[in-house]
DNA sequence: CCACCATACGGAGACACTCTCCGCTTACGC
DNA sequence: GCGTAAGCGGAGAGTGTCTCCGTATGGTGG
């Protein structure tokens, strides 16, 4: 890559990440273009997709997920604080953004989704928490990692949708634990 | 109002309907105008908001959600099997459409969305069948219809937005109910 | 050091959608 | 019939996505 495209590229990401913060998942890609001080053929150059973009901008977040999920392992507690703990912590990881819940979420299916590489790390995550719970006989028969993230996914975003307050989403998180847990 | 006034909006229902039908509640609104034979300002006159489009078209769903809801009411069975029973019919309900999931959830909780008085019919229903549950002393304690409706919403989207077949829906729906039930 | 060319830039503009404004038309009461 | 209020509809402004292509430039071989 030419010094210059990598400079362009780095400053989209940049400013994109900025935008994104501030507008949701659906601002203007023109508008990025114009604050990153490059023509909007560069941006589709760089990223044919709007969910190009939004995976470059997940790179760091990758390493929030990480981190939490190694959290939720080693943490004390009942499976159900264990499993409560790492939802709140779920929850807020893809509710970073507004529309994050929706388009993670539906990301997590589909694998030619453009942003499934960052997803797998969030599926890997979730698997990790979901096998310390099974290995201590905490889940109930047929519950399995793939349910928990769509149930949860699914609170996310009516949350998100709805401007839910954490206090307000607690509960709901609680609900399907209680659901998954023998 | 004046008979060809009447006439176009009905039109306007009609062919709205068999458009979002087909493209979801996101669909071009300019082309349901065209295919309504009517100019955009017509459209907007009568609909100054998409919603407000949608709160017409469903007014014949109202009467299925009454329906569905006399049906749950009556049914013998398990508080387990009379909840699983309404979920479904729930899911069904608001998945009628693609992007209604996410859409009616969404307007279930402020009360001035353009949709709200229809969303009123579903709250009224689920409340019924809460209470016929609660009168069995089947529901755990703290648990409310909102949460339930926030719950079994959250699953349909995201059933909605990954295109999730029913039998994969009935799982997730089935924790949902466990967390809720004693 | 410079000339060349692949690589990359950027903006004009095609296309799509939402929504408004306003001149024209038409229904309907008198 | 006729006057007028109600209603129509389309041109077009505003906004967003995405592409095409003439122009500019970084990097490399001579």
Redesign the interface.
């Known amino acids: 890559m030419r010094a210059d495209a990598k400079r362009n590229y780095d400053r989209i990401v940049e400013v994109a990440r900025e935008v994104f913060r501030e507008q949701g998942y659906d601002a203007s890609l023109d508008l990025v273009a114009k604050r990153a001080g490059v023509g909007p053929g560069t941006l589709y150059r760089h990223f044919p997709q709007r969910e190009n973009l939004i995976d470059a901008i997940m790179q760091s977040w990758v390493d929030r997920v990480e981190e939490g999920a190694a959290k939720a392992l080693v943490r004390e507690g009942t499976p159900r604080e264990v499993l409560l703990a790492w939802f709140e912590t779920y929850v807020a990881l893809i509710s970073l953004h507004k529309g994050g819940p929706?388009k993670i979420?539906?990301a997590m299916?589909?694998s030619d989704s453009p942003i499934a590489t960052k997803c797998q790390v969030l599926t890997r995550a979730n698997d990790q928490v979901v096998e310390r719970l099974r290995q201590e006989g905490a889940l109930?028969d047929?519950?399995d990692s793939v349910?928990m993230v769509?149930?949860v996914?699914?609170?996310?975003?009516?949350?998100d949708?709805?401007d839910?307050d954490p206090t307000v989403v607690r509960?709901?998180l609680?609900?399907?634990?209680?659901?998954?847990l023998r």
């Open positions: 929706a979420t539906s299916g589909n109930r047929g519950v349910q769509r149930l996914g699914g609170v996310a975003t009516v949350a949708q709805g839910l509960p709901l609680a609900v399907v634990a209680d659901g998954l």
